[in-house]
């Protein structure tokens, strides 16, 4: 089991910077790819970006690309996303999620954190 703890959301006005921060606890992270999810109200959640296990894989959302970064410090347990230049469209909860090494779908995540946009 991994249990997941998103924090770093709030309101920004657009163009600011965010930074998201996911904790994990339970089965070491390393062992996990992890993904960012957002959801926004009435819309179905979609995928934001992944990293794989060390690091050395990354993808992004074609909308976010370019603005967000996603990182990882096995060594802390923590994944993180940095998301610039943010637009009123980017308003969402966001969600972290873990997915172990070989699995298909995404297994652990997290309760979310809210980000919030002003034009």
């Known amino acids: 089991q991994v249990q997941l703890v998103e924090s770093g959301g709030g309101l920004v006005q657009a163009g600011d910077s965010l930074r998201l921060s996911c904790a994990a606890s339970?089965?070491?992270?390393?062992?996990?790819?992890m993904g960012w999810f957002r959801q926004a109200p009435r819309k179905e959640r979609e995928f934001v970006s992944h990293?794989?296990?060390?690091?050395?894989?990354?993808r992004y959302a074609d909308s976010v690309k370019g603005r967000f970064t996603i990182s990882r410090d096995n060594a802390k347990n923590m994944v993180y996303l940095q998301m610039n230049s943010l637009k009123p469209e980017d308003t969402a909860v966001y969600y972290c999620?873990?997915?172990?090494?070989?699995?298909?779908?995404?297994?652990?995540w997290g309760q979310g954190t809210q980000v919030t946009v002003s034009s």
């Open positions: 999620a873990a997915r172990g090494i070989g699995a298909i779908e995404y297994e652990y």
């Open positions: 339970g089965r070491a992270l390393s062992s996990h790819s």
């Open positions: 990293i794989s296990w060390n690091g050395g894989i990354t």
